[in-house]
């Protein structure tokens, strides 16, 4: 068993595009940031082995719904060139305008979950479809207060619905086009975008390290340095999955439910969101799925008996389960958890030589009561569209 860490990063990358960190004094935040990103999640002890790439055997086969620029098929994007890419961020149309003053704290308070994509695991699989058994449930507690600067990296994603005000997680993930000066987080695609027939969020903003605790603290004085310790960012540019905006339902389109965010801070020269909170997690694309023998998932659970105000985690100690709609796209992974809605977009970690690695984002789950939560593998789409978004989607 390994506990791992992270450290405030400074900017290599390797020739597999694997980001790399060292430590260093942070530039900002004095003592505050200086350990943020070190001992990510230090409690988490998870372990590893080793095998073959997690994907699916075959081609997958076209689905009728394809975006306007799609030369292939929404299950392998890699014909894709990057005019087709620049085509459809421009066809899917974010736009995000904040008004001054929109997250009060009676706005944040009363924030509703965000509907988390919800499957029963017991449900029959279709014709030709593998899936394990449903996990056993692992009960969710509290990341341990006072909130470190180790808790930093994950964060709350307070946006706007037709249905009104909702929340969701997400988490601060390295950008390898500037190490150290990240200003991405990933999320799951249903908290940015409704899919097909739908639309994007408003409002949207992340606030990493919320932390209310509002079990304690309902009623009392609002502590905006408290509950916003690095500040609110404001979403500028964002994307999800291709397959999630052209498909709808809970199925196989969930298998790609993934969504990024670039956001930028209160000051346009002031630092970057990575070193704001001082470090972030690398994302783990095409990892084997034998490797992945534990997994710890971290949230903002809104739905009883969570509030929202606090940050949880479900520390699951046996490997992820398989659970598949389509043979053709690569299994979700599925672990127990007590967290339902509102940790939707939450990260799964797991560590990757010592140190923790990022390798999926909550999608499904159960209610009545919460009982499993359900995430893509992020596979060779994933990457194609991060690796894009990184690069081109300033």
């Known amino acids: 068993m390994r506990t791992i860490s992270t450290t405030r990063t400074t900017g290599t990358t390797d020739s597999t595009g694997t980001t790399r960190t060292t430590r260093r004094t942070p530039r900002t935040g004095g003592r505050r940031a200086a350990a943020a990103g070190a001992a990510l999640l230090a409690a988490l002890t998870l372990t590893a082995a080793a095998c073959a790439p997690d994907g699916p055997a075959a081609p997958a086969t076209p689905p009728a719904a394809l975006p306007k620029a799609a030369p292939t098929s929404l299950g392998d994007l890699s014909g894709w060139k990057l005019e087709d890419w620049a085509r459809y961020v421009a066809d899917s149309g974010f736009a995000n305008q904040v008004p001054p003053g929109y997250w009060t704290a009676a706005r944040t308070e009363a924030a509703r979950a965000r509907p988390t994509p919800e499957y029963a695991p017991t449900a029959a699989a279709p014709p030709g479809v593998d899936r394990d058994a449903p996990p056993a449930v692992v009960q969710a507690r509290p990341q341990p207060h006072p909130y470190g600067p ?106 790609y439910d993934y969504g990024i965010v670039r956001v930028r801070g209160e000051s346009a020269a002031g630092p970057s969101l990575e070193e704001a909170v001082g470090g972030s997690v690398p994302v783990w694309f095409n990892a084997p799925r034998e490797q992945i023998t534990a997994a710890v998932v971290f949230g903002y659970p809104v739905e009883r008996p969570f509030d929202g105000m606090e940050l949880e985690r479900c520390d699951s100690p046996a490997p992820p389960g398989r659970l598949s709609f389509d043979r053709s796209r690569p299994p979700m992974y599925a672990i127990g958890c007590s967290m339902g809605g509102g940790a939707g977009g939450g990260g799964w970690f797991i560590t990757r030589d010592g140190r923790p690695n990022l390798v999926s984002v909550s999608s499904l789950g159960s209610r009545g009561p919460a009982g499993y939560r359900a995430g893509p593998s992020l596979q060779d789409q994933a990457k194609q569209a991060f690796d894009y978004f990184a690069k081109n989607v300033k």
């Open 150 to 255: 180790d808790s930093a990296v994950v964060g709350r994603l307070l946006m706007t619905t037709p249905q009104g005000d909702a929340a969701c997680s997400g988490t601060v993930v390295a950008d390898p086009l500037n190490p150290g000066r990240s200003n991405l987080v990933l999320t799951a695609a249903h908290c940015l975008h409704d899919g097909r027939g739908g639309g994007w969020v408003k409002n949207l903003v992340f606030v990493p390290a919320f932390n209310r605790d509002g079990r304690a603290a309902r009623g009392k004085p609002y502590d905006e340095q408290q509950a916003a310790p690095y500040g609110r960012w404001t979403a500028v540019r964002a994307m999800v999955s291709p397959t999630w905006l052209q498909e709808s339902g809970v199925g196989a389109h969930d298998q």
